[in-house]
Structure formats: structure tokens, C-alpha cells
């Protein structure tokens, strides 16, 4: 998912409960069996793009017309929510994966065996990211993580080399020696939203820290590593407001060494003027902490005409198959859900390579069986880095206060 879509995914749970305030949607749907509905969060698509000419395809391909509607990520919850209320859903829905367990909660969602969809070839971490229970709702298009840029010229300058650099103990000396030749190490977004907590989960899940007990000593470890940095200035103040785009912009500057960011910025990569390299975010201990995942599943709304679901199911086939999801998270800028894909991905860009390791240890916020308690965890979360940071409370305090409210 892009960097505007994941602010609202914390927010999601507690906007949904404004129903009234929301326009139904109805003119999307239709009654008549040779048109099916699908709705996604990508409004920036218009009809001349890949991604709406291959949902045109895969209806034709099916013998249906489909009547495509792109909303940004909230309105697109709300509404989904509110018209299988109303008994309108649209056959095929494509939301932000976070929401894939508020809706299925709200028992909006079918699972892929109830239209019989094929998701033996999805990687395992990424399927997760829609399970709620037992059960898995939706099929994943793709995915894409966080990792590190560096620039090439400040790592050469301090004589770091990025491929020795795998774990925190490393980072952390590289940093300094970039600090001794008068650059700066790295930058991040610690804002105080969803965005800061999705850059802070690397860190906390590579401590070996469970969103379950945030007041552990190794989540500990992960908010007294970000604190130190920013203590002993290798890391700016300014991630306390940092979004990730802001975030991004005083990498680009080419004075830091590293910029905590994702895939969606490669484009970007491209325009900086210098050098620059990839590496996975490292873990307290060695080898790619798990970051969370991004992204969108395509889902099968609940239909009170089940008669409907063999074209969905179609659709949604067509939609995830091996040589149009190539196309699809090549316009989106995300790693494949499969092996096979990511390998065509690579040998079309070997770049991708590291963000293929990227997401194979990734994770997402809503696994583990969490759901709809997500957001009640990240908001203290960030909540708890924000103090920490800001040197209004330690670590460990500023933590034991996010567990607390986090049980409540």
C-alpha cells in the first residue's frame, strides 16, 4: 500500500462505526447477472491504466461487464461496510490488508474455500496478514515492506562496508563512523500515527518483541536503540514529525547514510543524484528482521445471490493469475505474492532482489491472530516511542504505560 493509505489503517476501526455519515454506494452495484461490481482503494487509476483495462479483461474473460469504482482507503472501508449492511456489496472488494479482519468480523467477507479460490501458491506470510480465527478472507495481489537505502558516497567515505552491516551491534558503529566524518546517519518516521508505528515494527519485532506484551525487555531494546540514536545524534530529531515522505526527503538530501523507507520509493531512487544501495533491516541478533507488510487482498463480499460467486471467483482467478499479477505488482510497485512471480520479478529487475528477502520475512500487523486488536496496540505503541524519544519519558516507562492501555 502506498504511504497515504497506511495513516488511516490504525484509524480504520474507529471510523467505521459512522455509518450514517456515509452515501451508500448503491449506483456501483448492479442487480443484472451480466455486470458485477468491483471496488478498490486505487483512485488513481483511470480507465486508460493497466490495472483497470486488466479488470475490464478478466470480466470480459469471465462473459461479464464490470463496473470498476476506485475510493481512497477510509471512504472505501465505510462504505463496503455499510452496503453489505444494506445487502448491495460489490462482487469483488480490494481493500488495505489491515482491513481485511474488521471486515471479516463484521461478517462481510466470504473465505476463498466458500468461492473456491485457489491460494496453495501464496507465501504464508502474506496470506496471514487476512486470516482472522481460523479462517482466511481474500487472496493477496501483492505486498511491499520496508528495508534500507543507503547512500554508496557516505557509507564509502566513513569506510563502512553495507554488506557487513547485519545487526543492530554493526548498524550502530556504522552510524558513528559516519557521524565522525561530519554526515548524518539516519532518518525515519516516528511520527505519531500508524505510519510511525509500521516504521517502528522492524525494530520491535527484530528484538524478538510480541505485540502482545509491549513492555517486554526486548521491545525495550528496540525503543532504547531508536532513543539512543536519536540521543547521540545519529538519528535527527526531526523523525519525532516525520512522515515518511518527509522522512525520504532528508535522505534524498544526500547527507545520510541510511533512509528507513520502502518499495514505493525506488522511482524516487532514481532522481537523487548519487549512488545508492539496498540492504534488509537488520535484527538485534543477526540476519532480516520481519517488517510489516503492505498491501491489498482481493475479497469476495457476502452475496445473498451465492449463485453469483462462480463469475467472482473467476474474476478474482484472473485477477491473481501467475502472468497478471507480473503486470499488476510491476503498476503498484509491489513484491508477488508467489515464488513464481517474484522470480520473474527479479529477473526482469535483479534490484527487486532484495526486497523479494524483504517480504519473505515480513509480517503482517494484524497476524498472529490480532484482527481488530491492532489498532488498539499501535496506537499506544506509538504513543510509547513518541515519549521516548521526546525524552518525556524512558523507555521502559513509556512502554509499561502503552501495555497498560493497550489491556484496557
Known sequence: MTVRRWIT??????????????????????????????????PQFDGSSGWVQLLTKCGTDAGVTVKRTGYDTTDLTNKALLAAQQGNSPDVLVVDNPVVSTLAEAGALTTPEEIKADTTAIEPNLLAAGRLGDKTYGVPIGANTLALYYNKKVLGAAGVDPATIKDWTALTAALQKVKATGKKGITFSAIGTEEGSFQFLPWFWGSGAQLTQLDSPQAGAALTLWTDWVKQGLAPNSVLNNTQTTSWQEFASGNFAFGENGTWQLAN??????????????????????????????????????????????????LTSTDNALTTDTTLSYIA????????????????????????????????????????????????????????????????????????
Open 269 to 318: 531512487a532514481k532522481k537523487t543524484g548519487f549512488e545508492y544501495g539496498i540492504i534488509p533491516i537488520p535484527s538485534a541478533a543477526g540476519g532480516t528482521a520481519p517488517a510489516p507488510t503492505g498491501g491489498e487482498f482481493v475479497t469476495a463480499p457476502v452475496q445473498d445471490d451465492t449463485g453469483r460467486y462462480a463469475v467472482t471467483q473467476k474474476i478474482i482467478a484472473c
Open 337 to 408: 505474492a508467489t515464488k513464481a512471480v517474484q522470480e520473474k520479478q527479479v529477473a526482469q529487475n535483479p534490484e527487486l532482489k532484495v526486497w523479494v528477502e524483504a517480504v519473505g520475512a515480513a509480517k503482517g500487523r494484524t497476524s498472529d491472530n490480532l484482527g481488530t486488536k491492532y489498532p488498539k496496540i499501535s496506537q499506544p505503541l506509538w504513543t510509547a516511542f513518541q515519549a521516548a524519544l521526546s525524552g518525556s519519558s524512558t523507555p521502559q516507562q513509556a512502554l509499561a504505560t502503552a501495555q497498560s492501555a493497550a489491556a484496557k
Open 9 to 42: 489503517a490504525a484509524a480504520a476501526t474507529t471510523l467505521l462505526v459512522s455509518f450514517p455519515a456515509c452515501s451508500s454506494g448503491t449506483e456501483e452495484t448492479s442487480s443484472s447477472d451480466s455486470s458485477y461490481a468491483i471496488w478498490d482503494p486505487y
